[in-house]
């Protein structure tokens, strides 16, 4: 039997299992669907099942999960999911203890995610690095000297929570995939001739999926929105760089997929916001590894602590 490590992400929407060897690399991969309707329950169901098909003809030397939401990451207790019931307080680590006998390591997917990008994607042979996921949230994670940083229990790099301003406005409301589907939304009647406004036509919710073609065919409306948003998000990186300094901010999620424009237009408004001493501050790229962030940085994870 072959001996492999487990990486496991699990999020809002889309489970992912995958096995991989020492070197990090991705040799089977299983991905499900999250059924909300099932809660936490039906995703364990489905994780016990996978599990179980790959113990028939492997065995495995470690495991590491990224999960979506806090975790304590010392016990592999989940504190909650905010996507999806029936995770609060789930002794996430213990239950997969009793699945598999090997070591196991459970942390935020944003922190594995930036583990991940950090060893094996665009965050290679810089140190720190700072990792933010652009998606159904905010979040972000620091990887300093090879290592995912952990605050005081039970703080994180949680980038999604940083104001912008004293009202409470916090950077997960203007920069998340259901923040910009928001903001597209406000802005499509004042727009009728827009191709943005054609493309969105009269679907409510995912709007921000139709951004990239109408960027692609150079429509102001889309450019504005996407300038905006990546105003707000120099603006939260600007206080990672005076606090934390990385040397690359990676970019990663959903709405990271749109891209070099994306990209681009973070890099340069970045430097607005930082003060001389640090100018220009971090590079910033896009997450190499994409929709593999998670899963390549839990088996980096369950690697690291056998």
Not at 162 to 182: H, P, Q
Not at 183 to 209: C, F, K, M
Not at 288 to 305: F, I, Q, T, W, Y
């Amino acid at each position: 039997m072959e001996q492999l490590y487990l990486g496991i992400e699990i999020g809002g929407t889309k489970l992912q299992i995958v096995t991989g060897d020492a070197s990090g690399a991705i040799l089977n991969r299983w991905r499900h669907s999250v059924k909300r309707d099932e809660g936490g329950a039906g995703i364990r169901s489905q994780i016990a099942t996978t599990v179980k098909e790959i113990l028939a003809e492997n065995t495995l030397v470690g495991v590491g999960v990224g999960f979506g939401g806090p975790v304590d990451s010392r016990t592999g207790r989940i504190c909650c999911s905010h996507h999806i019931e029936g995770w609060s307080d789930f002794e996430l680590g213990e239950w997969l203890g009793k699945l598999v006998n090997s070591p196991i390591r459970v942390d935020n997917d944003a922190n594995v995610a930036a583990l991940g990008e950090s060893r094996h994607g665009a965050g290679r042979g810089f140190d720190p690095v700072f990792y933010v996921t652009m998606g159904s949230g905010v979040g972000g994670g620091l990887v300093v000297q090879g290592e995912i940083y952990h605050g005081a229990i039970p703080g994180e790099s949680e980038i999604g929570h940083v104001r912008l301003d004293k009202s409470g406005m916090i950077l997960e409301n203007r920069c998340s995939g259901w923040a910009v589907d928001r903001r597209i939304r406000e802005a499509l009647s004042g727009h009728p001739q827009s191709l943005l406004t054609s493309l969105v036509g009269s679907e409510r919710g995912g709007e921000a999926r139709h951004l990239g073609s109408a960027l692609a065919a150079g429509d102001a409306l889309a450019r504005r929105i996407l300038d905006e948003t990546a105003e707000d998000m120099a603006f939260g990186l600007s206080h990672i760089t005076h606090l934390m300094h990385p040397q690359v901010i990676v970019l990663g999620g959903g709405l990271a997929l749109l891209g070099e424009p994306l990209r681009t237009a973070i890099a340069t408004h970045l430097p607005r916001f930082v003060m001389d001493a640090f100018a220009p501050g971090p590079e910033v790229r896009l997450a190499e590894l994409r929709e593999d962030s998670v899963p390549v940085g839990a088996l980096v994870l369950a690697r690291m602590h056998q």
